[in-house]
């Protein structure tokens, strides 16, 4: 069963504009969670967190949304820049471990 | 450089073979995992440790899958008898308090 779900595996949009990543969760217990980048050849590199209490954490450019009635988190990435470009993954942490959906891959145009 | 460094980067082993893999995390984050990746895939978890005790273990984990940290700080994972389905991306990550995970570059593993 996968506990992390991001559902769509890839996300166009032009630089200047809005990027919003979803991501669904199934277990109400995870204590928080996280947004991961990652470029090719690279390994994943934290990008924002958001513990399971709040329902918004803002850091820059990055916006991380929680809804835990939906269980359902959203990243916001604005303005959207081509260095954005990469595989965005969504964690969630509980039980000592993370759980990372299967990513998506943003491109951002200029 | 003071991230988490994996090596080797890149391993090629014939399948039935043993490797060896090694991570060594930012000097002063007590906790470590080891995830694997497989193309179109997130890490998937395979192992914790809190200093050298090994906390967590996904069922992944077959018995031909065993990790060490025998001082609290590198860790390695070894693999026996490999299989063609062992080929992925094995990754490594640490962290002290934070919530935030570093993690290292990879060890790429492909089973002939």
């Known amino acids: 069963d996968q506990q992390v779900k991001q559902n769509s595996p890839s996300l166009s949009v032009q630089e200047g504009r809005i990027s919003i990543l979803n991501c669904d969760y199934t277990n109400s217990m995870f204590d928080y969670f996280l947004w991961y980048k990652k470029y090719p050849a690279e390994g994943p590199t934290f990008l924002i967190s958001i513990s399971s209490i709040k329902d918004k954490n803002e850091d820059g450019r990055f916006t991380v949304f929680l809804n835990k009635s939906a269980k359902h988190l959203s990243l916001h990435i604005v303005p959207s820049q081509p260095g954005d470009s990469a595989v965005y993954f969504c964690a969630a942490h509980g039980a000592g471990k993370s759980t990372f959906g299967d990513g998506t891959t943003l491109t951002v145009k200029p | 450089d003071t991230g988490v460094s994996q090596n080797p980067r890149h391993k090629i082993t014939k399948r039935g073979q043993n490797v060896t893999f090694r991570c060594d995390p930012i000097?002063?984050?007590?906790?470590l995992y080891w995830y694997r990746q497989t193309l179109g895939q997130g890490p998937e978890f395979l192992t914790y440790?809190?200093?050298?005790?090994?906390?967590?273990k996904s069922r992944l984990l077959s018995d031909r899958f065993s990790a060490e940290r025998p001082k609290g700080s590198f860790s390695t994972l070894e693999i026996q008898r490999t299989e063609q389905g062992d080929s992925a991306m094995y990754l490594c990550?640490?962290?002290?308090?934070?919530?935030?995970?570093?993690f290292g570059p990879g060890t790429r593993l492909t089973v002939l």
């Open positions: 440790f809190q200093n050298e005790a090994q906390l967590e």
């Open positions: 000097s002063e984050h007590n906790r």
């Open positions: 990550a640490s962290r002290s308090s934070g919530n935030e995970q570093f």
